[in-house]
């Protein structure tokens, strides 16, 4: 079986690809489209003439835009009528021709709710099923994708059994699966639960989640971040800070390239293991930082395979210029 490996790459990112990236990759996600006036917009994309340059690295390379991202508004808006919902996927069809993609992936950060500060409205359950009906009906045998939040309320506020039958793939964002609105310091992308924590922020329940809401195993990708989430002002040095109180929400910590010998030296950092979790972190006395290791993700890629899943994806490429985790995924996929 071939498994994907999908990159998201915001548009600073794609001048940073190599020609080994591309070989060890199935998928470049671009990020972001936005929704404008009720239709696609693409301003924030400026390297499009790259992916000229990609498939000749790759000519099986498939590149997907993806629409949306954390903050980005229209969607429910847009999606409220079946005239409006018509015209944004045309609207994404014809880019997709214009620009020889291979499909769009719907980010929708999220449905039904709106703590992004976006619009959001109980009609989004519903809606979000029927716009998925238009792209599917625009894109014909183009992709159709979507990034969903990893928690019961992504669930709780789609029709999941409907939509699984529409796209090709459901991305999970096992990732910021404790972070920004906790002040528990935790694990933000753990394969698997530790001793504990009770939350059901790991990688194999949120697979069995979305499983149980009637997502095929084979068309669930999961995620793996390249980037960290960091606590300060953690109250307990009791089980080296992990699952302790801190003064701090998860911040957005250092990219898994800034992660380095002299980082952790300089910050009195010390590394841990969970093995429970199958997880990595830092802790120096008062700050915990929650990242992936090449271990972790090794990890991961291995349960896709135990598990059935479809592939891995990874967010976001321009925070390993190491390319240690991509390396570390590749072998064990590739």
Avoid at 40 to 53: G, S
Wanted: include cysteine; proline fraction near 2%.
């Amino acid at each position: 079986m071939k498994y994907l490996v999908l990159a998201y790459a915001m548009n600073d990112a794609l001048p940073m690809f190599t020609k080994e990236d591309l070989s060890r990759l199935t998928h470049i996600n671009l990020a972001f489209g936005l929704i404008q006036d009720g239709v696609l917009d693409l301003h924030q994309l400026t390297h499009l003439d790259l992916l000229k340059k990609f498939r000749e690295w790759n000519p099986e390379i498939r590149i997907v835009l993806s629409v949306g991202g954390w903050g980005a508004g229209g969607f429910s808006q847009m999606a409220m009528t079946a005239a409006d919902r018509e015209r944004f996927a045309r609207s994404c069809g014809e880019a997709v021709e214009r620009l020889g993609l291979d499909g769009i992936d719907i980010d929708w950060e999220y449905p039904c709710n709106d703590q992004a500060g976006i619009d959001a409205d109980p009609a989004d359950r519903e809606n979000f099923t029927l716009l998925l009906e238009e792209l599917r009906k625009q894109l014909e045998e183009k992709s159709l994708s979507i990034a969903a939040g990893a928690g019961e309320y992504f669930v709780r506020d789609t029709e999941m059994d409907k939509v699984a039958e529409i796209v090709d793939y459901v991305q999970l964002m096992t990732y910021d699966m404790c972070g920004g609105f906790s002040h528990l310091t935790g694990h933000h992308a753990a394969l698997f639960a530790t001793a504990g924590d009770d939350r059901m922020v790991n990688t194999k329940d949120i697979v069995a989640l979305f499983h149980n809401a009637g997502v095929p195993l084979s068309k669930l990708v999961v995620g793996a971040a390249f980037y960290s989430r960091r606590w300060t002002g953690v109250k307990s040095g009791e089980n080296h800070g992990l699952l302790q109180e801190a003064e701090s929400v998860g911040m957005g910590g250092p990219r898994y390239s800034q992660i380095t010998p002299e980082f952790i030296r300089e910050g009195g950092f010390t590394r841990y293991w969970d093995q429970e979790a199958r997880a990595a972190y830092l802790w120096n006395g008062w700050e915990f930082i929650s990242y992936e290791s090449p271990e972790a993700v090794a990890l991961k890629a291995a349960f896709v395979k135990e598990k059935g899943l479809l592939g891995i994806m990874y967010w976001e490429h321009s925070c390993d210029s190491t390319r240690e985790l991509l390396g570390a995924i590749h072998q064990e996929l590739g």
